[in-house]
Every structure is written in C-alpha cells, then in structure tokens.
C-alpha cells in the first residue's frame, strides 16, 4: 500500500528484492557508473543455482546490495547486452580487451550514461583512506550514516556520503576544513553536516542540516578501513525445492486490455480437480511474489496452499517483470481486469474444481477483488488481507498518523502539520481539473497551507519542492481513482463468501477504521457467509510485530504469520468442500 507522510527523508527509500555478500566468487563482470550526483557500483553474476548461462543478476552495491534479474541476457565475443524490466533500464556494451572489457551505456528514463564493466574473478575490495560513521534521530526513525573517503594521488580527495539505513549511498559530496572545523556538502540531497573534530581526531561532534531541520550528529572514525559486506537477511519461510506440487510458468493474456501478464502457477499432485486461488497485490508495481525487503509473501502463501491441496496462480503486475503494458497509467480498475483474466485462465484448467475459485487480494488487491467478485457470480470466495473498506482519502489520513505516531512521533504540532499539509494536497488534487498542470497544483497547495499553519511550521528553503513531489505522487490516474473510490458501494454487491482479516498494529490499513466498515457494507448488502477477523500484534504484512512501524518490516524474520496462513488454509477448504457438495 503506498503511503505519503511530512517527514524528514534523507534520500529515497528503496525496497530491496535481495542483498548479497560484496564478496562473492565467480564469473563476473564489475564496473562503476557515474549519474552525476551519485557513483554506482554494479556487479553482473550468475544467478546462484541456476543452469542456464543466461540466468543473470545485477547486484546494485550503493542501494544495500539489491539484487535485479536481468532479462534478455546476452553475451557473445562482440556484445554484452541486457535489460532491466522491472526499471526499464537496458545495458549495451563492446566486448574488448580480449573478452575482458565491456565498454557501452547504460539507457533509463531518457537518460544514457557511460558504463565500462571489466570482467574479473573476484569483485574488487572496497578500501576507503578514511571512514567515518555516525546515527541520528531523524524525527521518526534512527538513521545509520556513513562517509567513505578515497585520496588521489594528486592530493585530491573523492567524498562519497551512505545512508546505510536507507540502503542508499554512493552521494557525491564535498569536505573543506578549517583547523578542526568541519564542513561537509552532499548537494545533490540538500544535505550538509558541521561539527567540530576532537584532539584525539576520533569523532567530529556537529549538527546535520537539511529540508529545514537541524540535527545532532556525531561522526566516529572507523579504524576497520573498510566498508562493511552487505549481509543477506534471514529469511527462513522463503520456499526452497523440491517441492510436492507442480510449478508452472504461466502466460495470461487480457485481450481488452492489450497486456500479457507473466506468471506461476503452483498445482497439487492430485487425482481429483483441486480448488484454486488468484493472488492479487498490493499498491505499486509488485512482482509475483510481491517482493518486498528480501521477503517474499506471496511466494510464502501459494507454497503452504498448494501443500494443503490448493492450486494458486499469482502473477508480476501489467508492466512489471515478465509482464506487459503500462503500470503508471493504469488504475485499481484496469488491474480488476488482470485479475478477471487470471481468474478465467484458472476456470479453463481441468485440474482445477468447478465453482471453486476464489480471489486473494492484499491492501490494494483487497479492494480489487471484491470488483471482480462483483461481476462474476462464479468467484467462489474471497480474501481480503488489509483490504480497505473506506475511501483512499480517509486511508491516507489515517495512516500518515499512525506511521508517525508507531515510529514514536508524540509531538501534537508535528503531527497536526503532517496531516494538515496532507489534507491540502489531497483536496488540492480532488478540486482541480484532471488537466490541471503541475505548477498551478503546486502553487495551490503552497497557498492552502500558509493559510492554515503558523510560519514557523514551515519550512523555509524547500517548501515548493516538498509540496510539488506530494502532489506529483497524487496528480496520477492511480492516485485520483483510489482518492475518491468507495469500497463499501461494490461490497454491498458482493454475495460469494468472504474472509477480512487485517493486523491489530496495521499503520497502512487501520482495522479499527475498515473491519467495521467492510462488515457493515456485506451486512447491509445481504451477504450472509462472511468472517471479519482482527489478529493481535500483527502489521500490514501480517509478520508478529511490537509496533507495527514500517521500520519493522524489514527487521523481522518473518514473512507472514502461520497462524494467518493456517486460517486461509482451513477457510478456503471449508467453503469449497461446501460448495462441491451443493
């Protein structure tokens, strides 16, 4: 589920589909990229385990050793090319240097940059001359910094700042000193940091500055002279094979839409038609297994139904991984229709049961399915897993508190500018014309708010940037759509049997918010066959958490909580084996 809140953010926060180890062997090809404000450091691999020679994967060192599948991998004396679907990045490169050397660009968003890649046996140790470590309270979560420093032999110096915690580095930066004063520039994310160096020189005691907020920070020297490898997360409940079902790849045509959509589908070893389930995902562009900081939900669930004698088909979203079409254009309707040609692909196997069917959505894909079980009386149940049952607004109001406030945010004027600034670039957006440009939303909401907060709850240097991002992420088809769409007017039509289960700590669904709700709407639509279910100490993604804050997410070894799975489980095969009786 997307989120927008007012916060202090160092740069972008990525979710990682993988980290590796910065030392791993083997066939490889490493190189650096110069973006101008950022240096990149790429190694190309093996996938591990694989047996095709064109299963390969960049391992992208400055955003936490994340780890992209390269597709339409291709290698020969001439060339070495790939793509990068899931970013739409592709590589093109001249082998030289007798099979050595790959000298080509790196195209993306428009852009192209230079990209020489060497092919080596081992990736080259990362040895800084000096390295300097610090944490800082950044209003709702602690955030690990590091600066890494290279000496030339010219005596210039190359500056390179990490967000460690944000699993983003490699920013380019400036250091000048003037006796023990310290001053470090990192312009490309408005970021600069001033302290004072110790006689020991040992720690540098200062302040970092950036979007209008000044924090304490004290950078220690790291005697290691080397950055730390890049540990892979633990992550027990990910499937590994054999496996006592089928596994098939699957291609899943929508006519109407135009779109192809890639995907796998897990089969009972049975003798008899088994039920099945589609897998709808959340927000945002997700692959399959709904891949989010190394864990793998989605993978996770089809893995424990098909062994409980359950057939699941879960797909990469239009636009994403192996899948066609144009993601950013599309709305919750138009992935309704993905999901209705999933549904129909499923209908048409003959191992499958007649009439047992069903749809599984999380956050977003909750409030698809009810759409699909909407239309079609032939959708045997559904599961709505953190699916809303209010409108986007009153969503995006909730959980822009909540974040706060489960990342330990108290303070009341904090919390009333976040949602302030929140509510006016959401009616900014609702009461403009579609064809509004982005300047005239931008200088709309700029006016709402000085009109409702005091001067000093503004921030004085980057206030235009700040709103202009906000309304960027909400002034789309997607973000208008889900804005104003209401859940319980489609529930109210929904007649199959439906299981809601939400998290009790859920920030980006509240369950106190949309249980009652979805509830209320099958209650007052007739639907006699349903569950609403709330379980204790559990998040958005279902892990056994403390409290429930997005900075948990990737800290937690689960995936998804057993006692979650098993509830699905035992629910699925009870309503199928009713409806096989009938």
């Known amino acids: 589920m997307r989120y927008l809140f007012s916060a202090v953010l160092l740069c972008v926060l990525i979710p990682a589909p993988g980290v590796a180890d910065e030392n791993s062997t083997g066939d490889l090809w490493y190189g650096t990229m110069d973006v101008g404000m950022r240096l990149f450091r790429f190694r190309v691999e093996p996938v591990p385990e694989a047996t095709d020679s064109s299963s390969q994967q960049l391992v992208s060192l400055d955003e936490g050793g994340q780890i992209f599948r390269l597709d339409d991998f291709r290698l020969d004396d001439a060339e070495l090319r790939f793509g990068l679907k899931l970013t739409k990045a592709t590589y093109s490169g001249r082998i030289t240097d007798g099979g050595k050397t790959s000298t080509g660009s790196w195209k993306q968003s428009g852009q192209e940059f230079d990209l020489i890649l060497h092919r080596v046996a081992v990736a080259p140790a990362d040895r800084p001359d000096e390295i300097w470590t610090g944490t800082m309270n950044a209003l709702f979560q602690k955030l690990a910094m ?28 400036m250091r000048t000193t003037k006796g023990d004063q310290w001053t470090i520039n990192v312009a490309s994310i408005g970021g600069a940091f001033e302290g004072v160096l110790n006689a020991e020189k040992t720690e540098v005691t200062g302040k970092w500055t950036q979007g209008g907020a000044t ?46 959509l890639a995907g796998t589908l897990t089969v009972p070893r049975t003798n008899h038609p088994c039920p099945a389930v589609v897998l709808i995902s959340g927000s945002g562009p997700q692959d399959r297994d709904e891949t989010l900081l190394d864990h793998k939900p989605f993978w996770v669930i089809a893995d424990h139904l ?24 599309a709305t919750s309707e138009n992935f309704a229709n993905d999901v209705e040609a999933a549904f129909e692909y499923l209908t048409r196997d003959t191992r499958i049961a007649k009439n047992s069917v069903g749809l599984l959505g999380h956050s977003e894909g909750g409030m698809i399915a009810p759409m699909v079980a909407a239309r079609r009386n032939d959708v ?7 699916g809303t049952g209010v409108n986007g607004k009153e969503i995006l109001l909730s959980q822009g508190q909540l974040i706060l406030q489960a990342e330990g945010v108290t303070d009341e004027n904090l919390l009333n500018t976040q949602r302030v600034t929140q509510l006016a670039l959401i009616d900014t957006v609702l009461e403009a014309a579609a064809d509004a440009t982005q300047d005239e939303l931008t200088a709309a909401a700029i006016k709402r708010l000085t009109e409702s907060l005091p001067k000093e709850s503004l921030p004085e240097d980057n206030l235009t940037e700040t709103v202009s991002a906000g309304i960027q992420r909400m002034h789309s088809p997607w973000f208008r759509f889900f804005l104003t769409y209401e859940p319980a007017t489609i529930l109210q039509r929904v007649k199959c049997p439906v299981l809601a289960l939400n998290g009790e700590k859920d920030v980006q669904v509240d369950p106190r918010l949309n249980l009652p709700a979805i509830h209320a709407a099958l209650e007052k639509g007739g639907n006699t066959n349903f569950r609403t279910v709330e379980f204790p ?26 006692t979650v799975l098993e509830t699905i489980t035992d629910w699925i095969t009870e309503v199928t084996t009713e409806n096989s009786t009938k």
């Open 380 to 386: 045997a149940f559904a599961i709505l897993l953190a």
């Open 306 to 329: 098909s062994r409980h004698g359950i057939a699941v088909l879960r797909f990469d979203d239009r636009g994403t991984g192996a899948s066609t079409g144009d993601f950013s254009a």
């Open 215 to 260: 924090l304490d920070l004290v950078l220690t020297r790291d005697e290691s002279l080397s950055v730390e490898p890049v540990k892979a997360p633990v992550r027990p409940q990910t499937p590994m094979a054999p496996f006592p079902y089928l596994v098939e790849g699957v291609l899943i045509g929508n006519e109407s839409d135009g779109v192809q």
């Open 537 to 562: 100490a559990m998040n958005h993604l279902f892990q056994s958490c403390t409290t429930g804050g997005l900075s948990e997410y990737q800290m937690i070894e689960e995936t998804i909580s057993l």
């Open 146 to 173: 590091r600066f890494r420093v290279y000496h030339e032999e010219d005596g210039t110096e190359n500056f390179y700042f990490d967000s460690v915690s944000q699993k983003s580095g490699g920013f380019k930066a």
